[in-house]
């Protein structure tokens, strides 16, 4: 398959493999590559996101993760925000640059090439996210502490993930890894020296519409690069959703902002 060529708005950071994140991220691309929110979030949970955060001219911003960069070309279509996407997926870091030319945003978002783990936080932003990604720092409790150290006292930080819902157990959902309670989302917050400050829950409906998107998205990858590696992706995706119909039962996902102590 022809890869994309990598735009030059995107910085490679030292010790990236760009080689093997090509080949690492080909799945997730051909399951995701159809849609421009890359979790089982909707436009309007975004939007309600954006709103909360009210970004200012001036406001520095980091995603780490940050997929095809929705969050922030949306801030920084809002505001002449400093903003900043941080993704290990070459894949997405073309679509996201692509996207903010396209909609004259290129002067306010910078992306960087780089496994978010390898970045250090500096205490200098005014917002630093994650939407998703907490396996990246071993679970939503190391996520929250990571994110704390990107900003500034007062600074936000904006963490999404799943939680277990009540009476669900740990083995029931064992297949996602450690999810955490409630109550432990609120623990990890409060142990990083985060206030909680809003939640923005999502819904069993915008978790089966990402599903759904997912298949559409390998369908189409199918499509325009036949062969048998896109449709094990394909078969992967239809697995895993036909294995775990009750998901949405057992497990939600959450938007949680806290400003730093």
């Known amino acids: 398959m022809t890869r994309p060529a990598l735009p030059p708005s995107v910085r490679v950071l030292p010790g990236t493999d760009v080689e093997r994140a090509w080949d690492v991220f080909e799945r997730y691309e051909a399951l995701h590559h159809g849609m421009s929110l890359c979790n089982p979030m909707s ?3 975004l939007d309600a996101l954006v709103a909360v955060l009210d970004p200012q001219p001036g406001m520095r911003v980091i995603d780490l993760a940050c997929g095809h960069g929705e969050l922030l070309l949306r801030l920084a279509a809002a505001a002449p925000i400093a903003a ?5 997926s070459p894949w ?3 679509r996201a640059a692509g996207a903010a030319v396209r909609r004259g945003l290129e002067d306010r978002v910078e992306w960087w090439l780089v496994d978010a783990e390898e970045v250090e936080g500096d205490g200098s932003y005014d917002v630093a996210s994650a939407l998703g990604a907490s396996w990246i720092w071993d679970g939503y409790a190391g996520t929250a502490r990571a994110l704390a150290g990107f900003v500034r006292p007062g600074g936000t930080v904006v963490v999404a993930d799943l939680y277990r819902r009540p009476g669900i157990t ?3 959902v064992e297949h996602y890894g450690e999810v955490p309670t409630h109550e432990e989302l609120y623990g990890a917050f409060d142990a990083a020296g985060l206030a909680l400050v809003d939640e923005i829950p999502t819904s069993a409906e915008s978790w089966r519409d990402y599903e759904r998107r997912i298949a559409e998205s390998a369908d189409a ?3 325009m690069h ?4 896109a449709e094990e992706y394909r078969d992967d995706a239809a697995a895993w959703a036909a294995e775990h119909p009750r998901d949405p039962e057992l497990v ?3 938007l949680r902002i806290g400003r730093k102590r």
Do not use: F, I, N, Q
Request: no cysteine; proline share 12%; aromatic share 8%.
């Open 84 to 88: 900043v996407g941080v993704d290990l």
């Open 92 to 94: 997405v870091l073309v």
């Open 170 to 172: 740990p083995a029931e």
């Open 221 to 223: 990858w199918v499509a």
């Open 43 to 45: 436009e309007g949970h």
């Open 252 to 254: 939600g996902w959450s």
């Open 226 to 229: 036949p062969g048998p590696a």
